[in-house]
């Protein structure tokens, strides 16, 4: 499993429709296999949305546009949208199928955030 995520300042990004590089991690056994890091550039939402989803499976941000949800979901990319926090711990929770808790949601969403993983 692949699991990308737009990174700010050694943060998850706040903004997912604006980010323009990735930190993308390999998962093997639920534990981190590798990382690098991928520069999709400005292109539009529908450019980056195809870039990332050659690149993963699953996509980890903090906010982001409905336009962005739907473009990422036509290219089959699974989304853990309105986290915060250090990209490496979430991944980690992520690759081990546990839902992050409530100190790495976005402030403001109250009880309405879900995966999008199906989960």
Do not use: N
């Amino acid at each position: 499993m692949k699991i990308a995520v737009p990174v700010w300042e050694d943060r998850i990004a706040p903004v997912l429709d604006t980010a323009d590089s990735f930190i993308v991690y390999d998962i093997e056994h639920g534990v981190i296999d590798g990382k690098r890091d991928v520069y999709i550039g400005l292109g539009s939402l529908r450019e980056k949305a195809v870039v990332l989803g050659s690149h993963g499976d699953i996509l980890v941000c903090g906010a982001l546009s409905h336009d962005m949800e739907m473009f990422l979901a036509a290219v089959g990319m699974a989304i853990e949208p309105w986290l915060m926090g250090a990209p490496e711990l979430v991944v980690l929770m992520i690759a081990a199928g546990e839902t992050p808790g409530p100190s790495f949601i976005m402030p403001g969403l109250g009880g309405q955030w879900r995966s999008r993983r199906g989960t």
